[in-house]
């Protein structure tokens, strides 16, 4: 067999972010600043995240474990994993990050997959997890949850009604 007939009529997945340096984008680094100096600002924020890219931190773990004659442990098998997190009320929260600098703040070791905000948030929601943790080290930390996580997930608009932030449904849904 010739190696290139091997892969004769396959078809490489497009990159969803072929530009992408790992840096936080501007409006998002933006909208998170004017947040943490105002807690009521949290609506830039989802707004912000409706066409950002988040970094879903996955790391390694081991699997089966084999020893040989001496006693020494050898990996056999290993697999990757998103990173979820509990609290002591035992609701879990999917990790999410700005950057590859906001990532690596928070573990040097895991490896950053983009993705869109609103996958991140369906990832987090198909993990039975009530939110999304943006940037746990920070430099500023958020969270993305209930009514929020949802609609971030499905896709919706997000609007504001009598002073009130809301999302929107599309018609067709």
Known sequence: MVFQDRFAGARLQ?????????????ELTAALAAYSADPEAFTGVL?????ARLLVPVVA?????????????????????????????GERALL????TEALQAWNPEARPV???????AQSALQDN????????????????????????????TL???DGESVWLKPADD
């Not at 497009?14 to 501007?26: I, L, M, Q, R």
């Not at 990996?75 to 509990?86: G, N, Q």
């Not at 999410?96 to 950057?99: E, I, K, M, P």
Request: glycine share 8%; charged share 20%.
């Open 129 to 156: 997890a009530v939110a999304l943790l943006i940037d746990t080290a920070g430099p500023v930390r958020a969270v993305v949850s209930g009514p929020d996580l949802v609609g971030l997930a499905a896709g919706w």
């Open 47 to 51: 707004r912000a995240l409706q066409s």
């Open 114 to 120: 983009p993705v869109p905000s609103a996958g991140a």
């Open 61 to 89: 773990l081991l699997g089966e474990v084999e020893y040989d004659e001496k006693g020494l442990a050898h990996d056999k098998s290993s697999d990757m994993a998103a990173v979820l997190i509990e609290n002591p009320a």
């Open 14 to 26: 497009e990159v969803a972010f072929p530009d992408d340096k790992g840096d936080a984008s501007a």
């Open 96 to 99: 999410a990050f700005t950057s």
């Open 159 to 161: 609007a504001e009604l």
